[in-house]
Each structure stands twice: as structure tokens, then as C-alpha cells.
């Protein structure tokens, strides 16, 4: 049965998820919400839909299933938990929101309220990464000791000047690790399994911004893994994500989302040839061209809707990535190492 989505935020990533559901299967696209009037009527103008800046009457919307929310990250708790009291399911974009605090409101209101709840991570629907996951668990890396993250992106100092909320703490949470890398930490957290410990430092180097442009962290994993983590927007031009896994028995290497190198002891596994039509130039640009990644995520998350199943990343899964952030903010103020005692 045909779902109907509300497009909840005005802004670029609004926009990939409009054009995502306009290309999913089973999905029909009803309306458009924002507070950015202009902005806000142009989406809803090109889908032919209403547009609505006033929050409560587009969740009175008839008809609507869900809301695919992407307005800004510290907003994203408190729209989905609205939606949620209205008995729609709710899908938002990364993060969950800035605080594990608010992820546990959310996923408490959605599971009190029977909806279900999702985060926009594409990179589990990625199929080179889903086919490194799989590699990963069957063990054919073997005992994963050793992992890199590298998120060195660069973004202009208008990317900030010209945004109410990027940037800060009270709307974005924070800068270049919540904001552009979580992608990666949901990755690395998805493929490694649960954090013991981390220790962090992050600086604002470049941009007039509240919070932080460069990090670096040094995750241990609960596994034994041990993993160093970099992330920026203060790298000019911008270079690839960059991911390395090695295990006892090889090394894998991610570009963007292609698996571009498996080199194990006795072999070597075919991949993908860096720089493929499709390539992500995420390092350098705020805008998505390929929707194809939110288009899977809205699919499996109907799907999970109608089969009353987990959508591939749902509220728990979310928050994971947020502990782990919040773990690598307060190592750096204190400049101390930090313990993850809990499982998410």
C-alpha cells in the first residue's frame, strides 16, 4: 500500500529527501514544511504539493504516514516526538539529534506511540559497503586490529556565514565530527562493533564558528580494535573519505562509499576502480546529486513499516553514533580519555 510522506525543513538536504521520495517506489510525496517561507514554497511549488510554515497544521496534513524530517539537528528530537504523538511514523536525517538525552525522548515517544523510527545513514545501503560488512562478519579479514578514519573535508567560510545554525552548539551540535563525519562514525561503529574507550582533541582552526573545524580522536573499540579518527571542513580542497580496516588476514580500503582495495594474505579481492561515474563529492560540497542512498533508506523504511520490522538504522542504532560523538567532545574539553561503560 502507497505510503504518504511530508517533507519536513527547507534546505539542501530537504531537497534530497523531496527528490529521494519522488523516486522511491510506494511513496507519494503530500507536503512540504519549513520556516523559510521562500524556500519552503519553491520544494513544495516543484512537487506540486502544499507548503506549510506552520509545524502543527502541517502534521494535521490528511492524508500522511510519515515525515522524513531535515531540518536542522538540534530541531530533530523535538519535530519527530510531535510527529509521534500524531501517530506518524518518522525518518529523520543524521543525526538522531545532538544529545543522547533527546535520541532517548525520541525513541521513547515512538516506541510508546507504536510508530517507527529511522535514521537517514546511507552508507548501510551502500552496496560495496554492505558487501566490506559482510566480508567483516563471515571474518575474511580475520581479527580486525587496526582501522582509520579520515574525514578531511573542506567547506567556505560562507558554508557558515550564511546559516543560522550551522556551526553552533544549540542547533548543530557541534561542526565537522557531528555535522559532516557522523556518516563515518555510524560506518565505523556499524562494521566494529561497540567503543570501549576514546580520546579525543578537536580545534576551531579555520572558520568563525562556535565549534570545532578539525578533530582528531583515538577510539578502542570494545572488540580490541584500535582506530584513529580525523575529521574536518577546514581541509582545502577537500579530499575522499578514506577508510582502512586491517585484519590477520588483510587490509580493505574504502574510498567515499566504493571498495577500492581488499589485499589479503593469499589474495587479492576484485573491487571497483576509484573515481567511478557515481562518486560522492561530499569533500568539497554540502549538495547531494546521487539520491540513490536516501532513496533506499525511505524504501527500506516502508518496508519496515509494513512488514512491523527494524528499519535498517532505527532510533537505537542512531543514537550510537551521537554517545560516541558526545564521548569525543567531552574528551577533548577535558583532555581526558573517556569510557563508553554502556551499550547502545
Known amino acids: 500500500m502507497e505510503k ?32 523559510n517561507a521562500a524556500k519552503v514554497a519553491k520544494l513544495a511549488e516543484g512537487a506540486g504539493v502544499p507548503a506549510y510554515t ?8 490528511k492524508p500522511m504516514d510519515l515525515v522524513a524530517i531535515g531540518s536542522p539537528s538540534g530541531k530533530h528530537a523535538e519535530q519527530g516526538i510531535q510527529a509521534a504523538e500524531r501517530g506518524l511514523h518518522v525518518l529523520v536525517e543524521k543525526p538522531i539529534d545532538i544529545t543522547t538525552e533527546r535520541a532517548d525522548q525520541l525513541i521513547a515517544t515512538c516506541s510508546r506511540k507504536g510508530v517507527k523510527l529511522g535514521v537517514f545513514f546511507q552508507d548501510r545501503v551502500a552496496p560495496d559497503l554492505q558487501r566490506l560488512k559482510s566480508m567483516i562478519d563471515n571474518g575474511d579479514l580475520g581479527r580486525i586490529h587496526l582501522a582509520t578514519a579520515h574525514v578531511k573535508w573542506y567547506r567556505p567560510p560562507e558554508y557558515y556565514g550564511d546559516s543560522r545554525w550551522r556551526g553552533t552548539w544549540a542547533l548543530d551540535g557541534g561542526g565537522a565530527v557531528i555535522n559532516q563525519a557522523i556518516h563515518t562514525v555510524d560506518l565505523i561503529l556499524w562494521l566494529l562493533g561497540d567503543v570501549g574507550r576514546v580520546y579525543a582533541a578537536t580545534g576551531t582552526k579555520l572558520h568563525d564558528i562556535e565549534t570545532e573545524d578539525t578533530a582528531v580522536a583515538v577510539i578502542e573499540f570494545k572488540s580490541g580494535t584500535l582506530a584513529t579518527f580525523e575529521a574536518a571542513t577546514s581541509a582545502y580542497p577537500g579530499q575522499p573519505r578514506r577508510i582502512f ?9 574504502v574510498e567515499h562509499d ?29 549538495v547531494v546529486e546521487n539520491v540513490t542512498g536516501h532513496r533506499l533508506i525511505i524504501e527500506d523504511f516502508v518496508k519496515a513499516i509494513e512488514a512491523d520490522i527494524n528499519p535498517l538504522c532505527d532510533g537505537l542504532e542512531g543514537r550510537r553514533s551521537v554517545e560516541l560523538i558526545e564521548a569525543i567532545y567531552k574528551s577533548a574539553r577535558t583532555r581526558q580519555p573517556i569510557e563508553l561503560v554502556t551499550d547502545a
Open 54 to 61: 506552520d509545524l502543527e497544521k502541517f502534521l494535521s496534513h
Open 245 to 253: 580496516l586491517s585484519g590477520s588476514k588483510g587490509t580493505a580500503q
Open 4 to 35: 504518504f510522506v511530508g517533507i519536513l525543513g527547507g534546505g539542501n538536504i530537504s531537497e534530497t529527501h523531496l527528490k529521494a521520495a519522488q523516486e522511491a517506489e510506494g511513496v507519494q510525496v503530500v507536503a512540504v514544511c519549513g520556516y
Open 258 to 286: 566504493l571498495l577500492v582495495s581488499v589485499d589479503l594474505v593469499n589474495f587479492t579481492v576484485d573491487t571497483q576502480e576509484k573515481g567511478e561515474p557515481g562518486r560522492n563529492l561530499s569533500e568539497s560540497s554540502p
